[in-house]
């Protein structure tokens, strides 16, 4: 089992900037990538972006440029830094555990527990 526990939400004006935290335990060596899912209200869960343990990164179309993922494997910790925020981005932000091969990333039934991410002035 791998836990999840993300912080790092909350409400900020457009053009604002977040960053999310997931700090991972457990059996961490079963899984070699992370990734932030986003759900907005009336919409189906959408995959933001993934770090696999090699370094790679993948973002949705709508996210480059402005959303950055990092880890910091010392503390098994992924980031989400989000900048130039619009309120499109607002949505309850997840945090998932899963694998990366072939280009494809797999997330596994490890999740957050969520945190609202809300942009409005």
């Known amino acids: 089992q791998v836990q999840l526990v993300e912080s790092g939400g909350g409400l900020v004006q457009p053009g604002g900037s977040l960053r999310l935290s997931c700090a991972a335990s457990g059996s961490i060596f079963s899984i070699n990538a992370m990734g932030w899912y986003r759900q907005a209200p009336g919409k189906e869960r959408e995959l933001v972006a993934i770090?696999?343990?090699?370094?790679?990164?993948i973002y949705t179309p709508s996210v480059k440029g402005r959303f950055t993922i990092s880890r910091d494997n010392t503390k098994d910790t992924v980031y989400l830094q989000m900048n130039s925020l619009k309120p499109e981005c607002t949505a309850v932000y997840c945090c998932?555990?899963?694998?990366?091969?072939?280009?494809?990333?797999?997330?596994?039934?490890?999740w957050g527990q969520g945190t609202q991410v809300t942009v409005s002035s």
């Open positions: 998932n555990a899963g694998n990366f091969y072939s280009g494809h990333y797999t997330g596994r039934d490890y």
């Open positions: 770090i696999a343990n090699g370094g790679t990164t």
